[in-house]
């Protein structure tokens, strides 16, 4: 039986998106000029808000758990992917098991979606919340390196035409979505979908051009919740061609 006063978990409605996104931002953008709605448009889309869990107390948002689910493919085997986004709980209201009850009611969702595998990136300390759910903490098989100014010289210059991608414009991101998708391995995304990722707030995009046509893209950022390169693809050798410039964006202030 659930506790008067208590709205939940269920799925976002657009009339509780307000409330979520402030409860986000409250606890994981405090003193940012970033926020959720920015960040990730695609998870708070109205397609996506049945996959964001909430819970409710008097009326206001104090937990929430959202996920997106995409199809990967890898080489020749494609399965389907939740990825959960970064969860919040108002602080009065923490160790009361809100969090708890829209995780599970997350993963409740994925595995009646049919989707394969779940995953998600958090610190240290909030580990054992999301073991309760049955996750385990593995270790990166990624490598890091900081680029600056002066690596710039170390790239080869092939000769390609680089150039910044303007999203007002749009022009070339049926190029991108080409090449994207003729990588072998990846997220297979909605058309619709890159417009929106190539204008997320603090990145930006290069593109290698060969007579007028991109040979590659890089995207890169300087957003606090996804530093560094997030995604390139395309021609090898065009791709050091846009790495250089990317890396005097990197070095600017």
Not at 36 to 53: G, H, I, M, Q
Not at 101 to 115: E, F, H, I, Y
Not at 121 to 136: C, K, N, S, V
């Amino acid at each position: 039986m659930k506790q008067p006063g208590i709205d939940g978990p269920r799925a976002c409605t657009q009339a509780d998106l307000p409330g979520v996104i402030s409860v986000a931002d409250a606890a994981l953008r405090e003193g940012s000029n970033q926020t959720f709605l920015t960040d990730y448009p695609l998870v708070y889309r109205p397609a996506n808000l049945a996959n964001v869990s909430i819970l409710k107390v008097d009326g206001q948002v104090v937990s929430v758990v959202p996920f997106i689910p995409w199809q990967v493919v890898v080489n020749d085997c494609r399965f389907s992917l939740g990825i959960i986004f970064p969860t919040a709980t108002a602080p009065q209201h923490r160790k009361k098991g809100y969090g708890l009850q829209c995780l599970n009611r997350s993963v409740g969702k994925m595995m009646a979606d049919g989707v394969n595998l779940s995953i998600l990136w958090t610190l240290i300390p909030t580990f054992r919340f999301y073991e309760h759910a049955d996750y385990q903490g593995v270790h990166t098989e990624n490598c890091g390196y900081d680029c600056s100014l002066e690596d710039s010289s170390l790239f080869t210059d092939h000769g390609e035409k680089v150039i910044e991608y303007n999203p007002q414009s749009q022009q070339y991101i049926d190029d991108v979505q080409v090449i994207h998708e003729q990588e072998p391995y990846g997220a297979l995304r909605p058309n619709e979908s890159y417009a929106v990722l190539l204008s997320l707030p603090k990145m930006k995009t290069l593109l290698a051009l060969r007579d007028g046509k991109p040979t590659a893209y890089l995207v890169f950022s300087r957003a606090p919740n996804k530093p560094g390169v997030v995604e390139s693809g395309g021609n090898p050798e065009a791709l050091q061609d846009v790495a250089a410039p990317c890396a005097e964006f990197a070095d600017s202030r």
